[in-house]
């Protein structure tokens, strides 16, 4: 028997995280959860499917650790949300680190942080809280990812960059060495960062500029 976890979301990257959990981790996913006014069917991947607002009820925070499955939305402000609510809980929140994935001894991954197959951490990398990897980046040496972070697919982040706290990062982006994202950036698909970037702001193109008029808060998820 693994460790009891409850995941927080009932959508697809809650289904992926079930996969993931059950085939590739010490966890022994029981049970999702979501606020209850998004109940929508009682069992899901066969198991019950509770309203977050109760949970303590049936799995309080000393039986089980929970994680908070919820992908970019509103710039990753819900996961964000759920994540700080079930820590004030008392929940601990689980962190899953692909069996394939490359992560150096001493890079840092924070609490519910999910990391696919195929990514690189290099040495002396931080990874925040609440950071969401999807397959195939690289994440140079000294460099670190602020909390509640979003990074798509085969993003490539060279040494000693700071990628700011909030950020989406689209898929194929690329930044050069030393370069600081600023907090709450959305950063679009294949887009090369040579410059320190302002909060707030949507990035696209090769070289990366701001679009004009557009804040990352307006972006759909
Ligand atoms: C950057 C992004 C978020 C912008 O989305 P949006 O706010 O809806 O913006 P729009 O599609 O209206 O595009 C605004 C302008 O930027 C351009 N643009 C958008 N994305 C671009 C990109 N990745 N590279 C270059 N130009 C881009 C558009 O062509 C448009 O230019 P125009 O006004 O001259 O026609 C989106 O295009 C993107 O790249 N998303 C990431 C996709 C991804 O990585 N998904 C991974 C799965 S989670």
């Keep these: 028997m693994g460790k009891p976890l409850v995941l927080i979301g009932a959508g697809e990257m809650a289904q992926i995280a079930f996969e993931y959990f059950t085939c590739?981790?010490?966890?022994?996913?029981v049970a999702f959860s979501v606020e209850r006014e998004y109940l929508r069917a009682p069992t899901l991947c066969g198991l019950p499917v509770l309203a977050y607002e109760e949970l303590e009820r049936t799995h309080p925070p000393e039986r089980a650790e929970v994680f908070v499955a919820i992908p970019a939305t509103?710039?990753?402000?819900?996961?964000?949300?759920?994540?700080?609510?079930?820590?004030?809980?008392?929940?601990?929140?689980?962190?899953?680190?692909?069996?394939?994935?490359?992560v150096w001894r001493n890079a840092e991954i924070g609490e519910n942080c999910f990391v696919f197959e195929g990514n690189v951490i290099?040495?002396?990398v931080r990874i925040g809280d609440n950071?969401?990897?999807?397959?195939?980046?690289?994440i140079g040496h000294r460099s670190a990812v602020g909390d509640n972070?979003?990074?798509a697919s085969h993003a490539v982040v060279?040494?000693?960059?700071?990628?700011?706290?909030?950020?989406?990062?689209g898929v194929n982006a690329t930044f050069s060495d030393r370069v600081r994202v600023a907090a709450d950036n959305v950063i679009g698909a294949g887009a090369?960062?040579?410059?320190?970037?302002e909060p707030g702001r949507v990035y696209v193109g090769s070289p990366a500029r701001a679009v004009p008029g557009r804040s990352s808060f307006d972006v759909a998820f």
Aim: net charge positive.
């Design 24 to 29: 590739d981790s010490d966890y022994d996913v």
């Design 74 to 102: 509103g710039l990753n402000r819900l996961r964000t949300r759920l994540f700080q609510d079930a820590r004030r809980r008392g929940y601990r929140c689980a962190r899953y680190v692909s069996s394939r994935a490359f």
């Design 122 to 124: 290099q040495p002396f």
């Design 131 to 138: 950071c969401i990897l999807w397959s195939g980046n690289h």
């Design 149 to 151: 972070v979003f990074v």
């Design 158 to 169: 060279s040494g000693y960059c700071r990628i700011g706290a909030g950020s989406f990062v």
């Design 192 to 197: 090369l960062v040579v410059r320190d970037t």
